[in-house]
């Protein structure tokens, strides 16, 4: 079965009663962990944008928290997870001002860990794509947040 565009989809939406809405979106959320994440962001979490970034950086903290540090491989399949994690919470957000301050803390959590990124390449180039990122995000927000993330990003790079 081919999907149909989102455009149609908004408009078959349009023709459904609110009863029938809320019985298709629980049955989205039973086939998959995002649909049923992304509902519940949408129904509890987006009204309070701040709880929500302290609830992503108390998972992050958890995560580096239980990364398995024997063997650079395993800090790598971990520090890629917990970042694929990170932009999947941000995806959910669609705030720009979320996304750079939970990048922002996944590099300073990253740059703080032990055993240093610096003795791996792979972890040091995570960093670095990151902190572009950020820093290319940085310039379509206000400017006052602009001088606060350009300081913390100078604060990083010491």
Request: proline residues 1%; aromatic residues 8%.
């Amino acid at each position: 079965m081919k999907a149909v565009s989102v455009v149609t989809i908004r408009k078959e939406l349009k023709n459904k009663s609110s009863e029938e809405l809320a019985e298709l979106c629980l049955r989205l959320s039973r086939f998959k962990k995002e649909n049923k994440e992304l509902l519940t962001y949408l129904l509890f979490e987006a009204e309070s944008e701040q709880g929500y970034i302290e609830t992503v950086k108390q998972e992050i903290d958890e995560q580096f928290e239980i990364i398995n540090t024997d063997s650079f491989f395993y800090i790598k399949k971990s520090v890629r997870k917990i970042l694929r994690n990170t932009k999947k919470y941000i995806r959910y957000s669609l705030n720009k001002e979320t996304e750079v301050e939970l990048l922002l803390y996944f590099c300073k959590k990253l740059k703080t860990m032990t055993p240093s990124i610096h003795r791996n390449n792979t972890l040091l180039n995570i960093y670095d794509r990151n902190i572009e990122a950020v820093t290319k995000k940085v310039l379509s927000l206000h400017e006052d947040l602009q001088y606060d993330v350009n300081l913390e990003i100078e604060e990083l790079n010491r």
